[in-house]
């Protein structure tokens, strides 16, 4: 149980950039992480710090891998992304969706298209 709660804290955006680099090349030794920012590059100690930290979160696990370690993401991609969306729908939008899909709406950052698409997700998901 101790993991999922774990689980449940935010990342910063470091935390999150190594995370990203790991759903998306699979599990790297730290200095492969380093090879992936670019120039100027941060040290390795930093990133080593920041995927040490993942892994006490629970984001992270290692596997041996010659004299060193490999890390992996033991969250997934999907699961992070609706924890975080749940996570501003909460604190930006007084828990509404509704408010959150206004207020794209309004700015303008979502069609009438896009919406029709949505209901017809939901029609098909309640019928």
């Avoid at 990133?47 to 993942?54: A, D, F, G, N, Q």
């Avoid at 501003?88 to 709406?105: D, H, P, R």
């Amino acid at each position: 149980m101790a993991k999922k709660e774990r689980i449940k804290q935010t990342l910063t955006l470091r935390e999150e950039e190594v995370m990203q680099m790991l759903w998306d090349n699979g599990p790297m030794l730290v200095r492969e992480l380093v090879q992936l920012y670019p120039d100027p590059k941060p040290h390795v100690n930093t990133v080593s710090t920041v995927v040490r930290t993942l892994e006490e979160k629970g984001f992270v696990g290692h596997e041996p891998a010659g004299s060193g370690y490999k890390y992996f993401a033991v969250a997934s991609k999907e699961d992070f992304a609706k924890r975080t969306l749940s996570n501003v729908i909460k604190g930006y939008f007084n828990n509404s969706y509704l408010n959150a899909v206004s207020t794209l709406v309004e700015n303008e950052n979502i069609s009438v298209d896009e919406l029709r698409e949505l209901i017809d997700l939901i029609d098909k998901k309640n019928g």
